[in-house]
Structure formats: C-alpha cells, structure tokens
C-alpha cells in the first residue's frame, strides 16, 4: 500500500497525514483563541488609554537611550585618555631608547 514519505523518510499512509493536518489546524485555532483573548482582557485590564501608554513606552525609551548616550561618551572620554597616556609612554620609551643609543654610539 502506498503513502506518503514524512520528514524522517518514513512510509505514512494518508489517514496518518490527514490526522497530523487537523493537528496543525487544532493547534493554529487554540493560539488565535489565546492571543485574542489575551487582547481583550488586556485591553479591559489597562486603566489607561492607548495615547497614555504610547507617551509612558516612549518616556521609557527615551531616558534609556539617553543613559547609553552617557555611558558611550564616558567611555569615548576613556578611552582617549588611555590612548593619550599610552602615547606619551611609547614617546617617553622612544626618547629614553633614543637617548641610550646616542651614550652608547658616543663611547664607540
């Protein structure tokens, strides 16, 4: 008797995909019906309106970004400082190496 393959290479007949389509139909329906009635008893939960909301999400948002707006520009400002620190210690180590070279050349 023939059938179908399933994902694993299995033989299935046609009554077995037709039970796993009505699955996935049972399964598709009871997550609309739950996602529809979390949105109904969210909107009859929430004292506030639509607009309210909006401008509290937005707030949120903003003052958040603005904290990493500090934060980057904090560490921008240390970061330049390392790099500057670091630069005049390579420029002490050159001039002392420098400095080493000329003793040592002036003795030869």
Same mark, same amino acid.
């Given at each position: 008797m023939g059938g179908m393959r399933n994902r694993f290479g299995e033989i299935e007949d046609a009554r077995s995909c037709e039970k796993g389509e009505a699955m996935n139909a049972r399964t598709l329906s009871a997550f609309v019906t739950g996602l529809s009635i979390g949105v109904a008893v969210t909107l009859l !939960? =929430? %004292?506030d309106r639509g607009e309210e909301i909006g401008r509290q &999400?937005?707030?949120?948002t903003e003052g958040q970004i603005s904290r990493w707006?500090?934060?980057g520009r904090r560490s921008i400002?240390? !970061?330049q400082e390392i790099v500057?620190? %670091?630069g005049d210690t390579i420029s002490r180590v050159v001039n =002392? =190496?420098?400095d080493a070279l000329?003793? &040592?050349s002036s003795k030869i």
């Open positions: !939960v =929430t %004292s &999400l937005y707030g949120k707006r500090r934060k400002a240390q !970061v500057q620190r %670091s =002392t =190496t420098q000329d003793a &040592l």
